[in-house]
């Protein structure tokens, strides 16, 4: 049931931009993602739910197309401070109360 | 607010030998649960909570226990260390119980375990 995310890493130079995926095997309600920075917690992205409606940060932009069961993540004018472990994490519909991570995605920004 | 708070942050376990994983929060969040974090596994769901009394299994439940007597606790439990419980475990909570893992995740600190 864990999703599967591409790439598993990607290095960028600051100011270029970079797409993140994320696609399951089952029908989702709900994709969400976390940034993770080495040796802290998870943070709280986006979340993006089954009908359209997204809740998140103004500067981070992510789409979800609920028929092929995928999200991706759009990363744009990177800043160092982008650097981190991206990790999507999906809800699916068959009623159960479970949010299965991906394995992530580690994006590094250089200057 | 504290927000979500986990003790200890790091532990170091011998086979066999038991503990509890301590978390609390103090937003009253209905919904809790706990992850564990292994390299190249991303996070893994062992044991969730929708309020204060019910608790189910989540993904990788075997060897640990948890219980909910209130709403700001949530402990995990491993009643047996074995070194492949080694890793990074989360709690996380959020606010309701009817959508909680449909809502945001609130994330502590982590605790560090290697057992030995």
């Known amino acids: 049931q864990q999703p599967v995310q591409s790439p598993q890493a990607v290095i960028l130079r600051e100011g270029e931009d970079a797409v993140i995926n994320c696609s399951s095997s089952?029908?989702?309600?709900?994709v969400h993602w976390y940034r993770q920075k080495h040796g802290e917690a998870p943070v709280f992205l986006m979340i993006?739910?089954?009908?359209?409606e997204q809740k998140g940060h103004d500067k981070i932009s992510a789409s979800f197309n609920e028929k092929k069961q995928q999200s991706s993540l759009y990363l744009t004018a990177s800043q160092l401070s982008y650097s981190g472990t991206y990790f999507c994490?999906?809800?699916?519909?068959?009623?159960?109360?479970?949010?299965?991570f991906g394995t992530g995605t580690r994006l590094t920004v250089i200057p | 607010n504290a927000g979500v708070t986990q003790t200890p942050k790091f532990q170091v376990l011998k086979t066999g030998q038991s503990m509890t994983l301590q978390c609390a929060q103090d937003?009253?969040?209905?919904?809790m649960s706990w992850y564990r974090q292994d390299p190249g596994m991303g996070l893994r769901l062992i044991h969730y909570?929708?309020?204060?009394?019910?608790?189910d299994q989540g993904e990788v439940p075997n060897g640990y226990n948890v219980s909910r007597s209130t709403t700001e606790d949530f402990p995990l439990r491993l009643l047996s260390a074995a070194p492949s419980q080694t890793s990074v475990y989360f709690c996380?909570?959020?606010?309701?119980?009817?959508?909680?893992?449909?809502?945001?995740?609130?994330f502590g600190p982590g605790t560090r375990l290697l057992v030995l």
């Open positions: 909570s929708v309020g204060a009394g019910i608790t």
């Open positions: 994490g999906t809800v699916d519909q068959t009623g159960a109360n479970n949010l299965f």
């Open positions: 089952k029908a989702l309600y709900s």
């Open positions: 993006l739910l089954k009908g359209g």
């Open positions: 996380a909570s959020s606010y309701s119980s009817s959508g909680g893992a449909q809502e945001t995740q609130y």
């Open positions: 937003m009253n969040h209905e919904y």
